[in-house]
């Protein structure tokens, strides 16, 4: 059995999503939905500011949309006074639902697009809590993706 991939820098995860198509994102996550979703997650508590964060109590539930099955793939991030912890399809009454397609949800997450964006655009729906939903992007270290190399 192969053993998964590394998780990517934060850098490089921004630079290939930046100079990835929407199809070939798309494509990507058809083969590997699971394994990228998981790493994204799973690499949430390391980016948390715990300083920007330290007042902040909250449950964010991330609603991810286009599942084979038609379905959504649900992860609960508390944030608790400068720590975070997430769980796959969690119980917690979330303060804040995000719903987003999953090629909006990585360049979301990767900085290569704008929560603000998306959301007026329709791309991301928000339930529950608007004005703590607006802070939460300030809690997170944002990769910068490098320059692009083309010329």
């Not at 192969?2 to 070939?24: C, N």
């Not at 964060?53 to 609603?63: C, D, G, N, P, T």
């Not at 900085?111 to 809590?129: C, H, Q, V, W, Y």
């Not at 939903?133 to 809690?139: D, E, I, K, T």
């Amino acid at each position: 059995m192969d053993e998964p991939s590394p998780p990517l820098e934060p850098a490089a995860f921004a630079a290939l999503v930046r100079d990835a198509s929407d199809a070939q994102l798309a494509e990507g996550l058809r083969t590997n939905r699971e394994t990228i979703l998981q790493q994204i997650f799973d690499a949430m508590p390391e980016h948390l500011d715990p300083e920007s964060s330290s007042q902040a109590e909250a449950v964010l539930e991330w609603r991810i949309s286009g599942r084979e099955d038609g379905g959504h793939d649900r992860y609960q991030v508390r944030i608790d006074r400068g720590t975070c912890e997430v769980t796959r399809d969690g119980d917690e009454q979330a303060t804040v639902v995000y719903t987003i397609g999953p090629v909006e949800f990585m360049r979301l997450m990767s900085g290569n697009a704008s929560g603000p964006e998306l959301f007026m655009t329709g791309r991301l729906t928000i339930e529950g809590d608007l004005m703590l939903a607006a802070m939460v992007q300030s809690w997170f270290q944002q990769p910068d993706p490098p320059a692009s190399s083309g010329a």
